[in-house]
Each structure stands twice: as C-alpha cells, then as structure tokens.
C-alpha cells in the first residue's frame, strides 16, 4: 500500500524557466554595475540566449560576445546566479494538490543542483516545511545525482519505507524513473505539453515511468485508482 508520495522540485512543481529568468535579472543588475552594460540589454540578451535553447555555457557565450574574456569575469557571473533571491511561482495547481495528499500520505521531495541554490528555491515557493523529508543532493555529491538509484535510497530510510511503499512524481525521463523504479516505486511522469523535457527520449524501457499525466492536479484521484500497489 502506498504510504508516501515523493517530488521531483524544478519542472515538477514550478517552471524550471521562472529560475533561469530570475538569475538573468540578477546578473544583468550585476553587469550593469560591473561591466557598465545596460540591464535591460543584458537580461534580453541572455534571456535571448535560453530561448534559443542554451544551457550550460550561456555566460561564457554572452562574455565573449561582448569580447570580454570569459577567465575574467565568469566566476563572478555564476556566483551571481547561484547566490541571488529567486522570485518562483509555483504551477497554479501544486500548493492545493500538496495540502490534499497531506492528509492522507507522508510527502518526500528528491532534488539536486546547487545545494544551497535548490533550498532557496523551496523558500521562495513556499514549500518549507511541506516534505517530511527531503534529500538535497549539491555539487559534491554529483556521483549520487538522479538517475543514481542512491537518492531514492537515502529517501526511504529517511522514512523508513519500501520502495513497494512509495510513489514517485518527476518531469525527466532521462533521470527521474530508472533508479526509483529498480527500487520498486510507482513511477509518474508529468508531462506538461510546454514543459523543458517533454521531448526526450529514454534510452531503454526502464527509464519510462509507470503512469503518464499532463499536470499535477489528476494526480491523488490516479493513485486512488492504482490499488494494486
Ligand atoms: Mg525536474
């Protein structure tokens, strides 16, 4: 019988993008003071930059085409980033869905990024104190990151469960299902149709969740409706 439900947090339970938009913000403040570069031009330009769907190296792009040295600065840029004040909202469904499975099941939540990052983003959405667990996996446990089954682990005995016992909610096929499932959770997918992985693919069958749904909010009648776990 399913006792607990754990979430994924970024993509799961707010846009992922809302993040990315408000360290823009905080680094084109940055760069206007640092650099002398309008804000307004910075923040369109790195704004431009995700949108074209880069990742990973936004700054060191948007650096040298400014002809700075990225050596120079990027430190300072990806600082900025980490270290700023999100301002996230959660998707219009996830507060309500959360307070309902809370009287019936316990609530986990697994994520993992910049560790320090990842807890002011629970903050800013209001969700402190909602998981009666909750496994922040930061930079320098990298080796344990999803789609290690480890995170899934330290989880459950944190609440001292089976994995037959708890379900898992996430947005990655890449990461989110193969190591919950080895475990023994039920596995979702919420696939939002503008959601920033919709499109991938899984490299086998073990890394599709068990059930699919399109946002959170048909989510407590699907477990109901899932008795045999
Ligand atoms: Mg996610």
Redesign the pocket.
Known sequence: MLKAIVF?????LYP?RQYALSGFSAVADWAESSLGIPRERGYAELVAYFEDGVRGDTFNRWLEAHGIEPELWLPEMVKCYRDHSPSLEPYPETHSVLRSLRGRYRLGLI?QGHGPGQQRKLEALGLEGTFEAVVILGEEHRQDWKPSQVPFERLLSELDLAGSQAAYI???VL??FVGARRLGMLTIWVRRPEG??VNDVPPGPEYLADIELPDLTALEGTLEATPQW
């Open positions: 994924d947090l970024d993509d799961t992922e994520t996430g947005d990655n990461k989110d920033e992985h």
